[in-house]
């Protein structure tokens, strides 16, 4: 039982270069999240999957886009990356909302240069 | 909207000695209130939740925290703390409906022997 995995770990673009983050998870869980973590900033929502065939904007989407390819998969895309996009992305599961708690991966850390 | 503060980026404690995190939250409705910690280049790991019910939750690794509905409060505590209790730690809370979870900007916290 691997939880949630995300890949890569690392990675280094060029402004205006674009990437696809994976994620996965084993758990059967209905909701998928996105977050990114800067110094200072907390945790952050980019987008959310609350069930499989739904996404929604949250709080910093400007500059991504999400694909929920099934139940278990949920990516990030940048389409042409920015230095302001410098980050570590964490995804995240949960059973649901309300009082689900939500389950992590490791995170990748993006450097745009 | 809703929000959360965690008034203080860093708690520092002996060995031994009770810890506190503190967090406040704004929310619209009855609130669902985690705490979760991050340990260096790790993923957020769940420690416990508020739902609803006794207003003293006790979660993993011997911490637990205290909801206060009058002073909208979720401090996290910890009777005696160890050095390996050092790490990141979030307060976070979703009001109801289906809104996002939304963190606070997260307290580091160094348990000095």
């Known amino acids: 039982n691997a939880g949630v995995t995300q890949t890569p770990k690392f990675q280094v673009l060029k402004t205006g270069q674009s990437m696809t983050l994976q994620c996965a998870q084993d758990m059967n869980h209905n909701s998928m999240y996105w977050y990114r973590q800067d110094p200072g900033m907390g945790l952050r929502l980019i987008y959310y999957s609350a069930s499989e065939g739904t996404t929604d904007k949250g709080e910093v989407p400007n500059g991504y886009n999400v694909s929920r390819l099934n139940k278990r998969e949920f990516s990030l895309r940048l389409e042409s990356a920015a230095p302001s996009q410098t980050s570590v992305y964490f995804c995240a599961s949960s059973r649901g909302q309300g009082a689900s708690e939500q389950f992590f991966g490791p995170g990748t850390r993006l450097t745009v240069l | 909207a809703q929000s959360v503060a965690q008034p203080e980026d860093q708690v520092n404690v002996a060995e031994g000695n009770p810890l506190t995190v503190k967090c406040t939250y704004s929310v619209s409705g009855n609130p669902y209130l985690f705490w979760y910690v991050q340990y260096p280049n790790r993923g957020l790991q769940f420690l416990l939740k508020?739902?609803?019910?006794?207003?003293l939750v006790k979660g993993s690794y011997g911490f637990e925290a205290e909801f206060n509905k009058s002073q909208t409060s979720f401090h996290l505590k910890k009777p005696s703390a160890l050095v390996s209790d050092s790490a990141l730690y979030f307060c976070a809370v979703r009001g109801s409906g289906n809104t996002p979870l939304v963190f606070g900007k997260g307290t580091r916290l160094s348990v000095i022997a």
């Open positions: 508020y739902i609803t019910g006794d207003n």
